[in-house]
């Protein structure tokens, strides 16, 4: 007898636990409907970084340090009023580095990033760079002076994508869409890649070996593409 008034009583807390479980649950006890929305958004760089070192050398006996070719290259970069601000050096903690071939040869390299915001300038800033005679200089990236404004536009088209998407869903059943009970953002990640260069048409001209004038190509970037994906849960009115 005991026992069986026992099992009735864990019986009766059983179900009055899950009662209290499921009240204050409500995803568990609310009518919804899951659904993903996507936002996207494509946008042409308007910041270039270009990766160089600059390192000791030797012209004739006569040793070019890294301070000289840094005042030539900042001077140079002036006189096309390229904001200085803009070339940094690449390793904050570490400005140079020593190379040691030999006992007494010491090479000292400073690696250096230099942001430009037009396409238009690549050409003559390299021919600069050329000029300094640097060492491995090449584009390793692009981006946007605007992308966290642009992330966040992404990523409120995706939420109204999913609202939206559940509102038409609902209403060829005859329901309405209520408020919002989960919500997940997921990023799409795209793996790093070289920055892709364009070649286009441009106005500008250049004369041939016959003298006629050809127009010269024109650099461009592959754009920017941003993508995002939000899961989401609504509850059904």
Known sequence: MKSRTLIILMVAFS???AAQTTALNPLESTPY???TGEGEMEFAPDEIFISFTLKERMEGKTKITIEEQEKELKQKLQKMNIDLK??????ASADYTIIKRKQKD?????DFILKVDKVSVLDQVFGILDEVKVFDADIYKTSHSKIEEYRKKVKIMAIKAAKEKASYLLEAIGEKVGKPL????????????????????SNLKMTDAAGQEEELPEL????IKLKYTVFARFSIL
């Open 182 to 201: 989960y919500i997940v953002e997921r990023e799409t990640y795209a793996p790093e890649t070289k920055p892709m260069m364009i070649r286009g048409v």
């Open 33 to 35: 409907i899951e659904v």
């Open 106 to 110: 010491v090479i000292a390299s400073k």
């Open 15 to 17: 179900m009055n636990l």
């Open 220 to 223: 461009s970037f592959k754009k």
């Open 86 to 91: 803009n070339l940094t050096v690449a390793d």
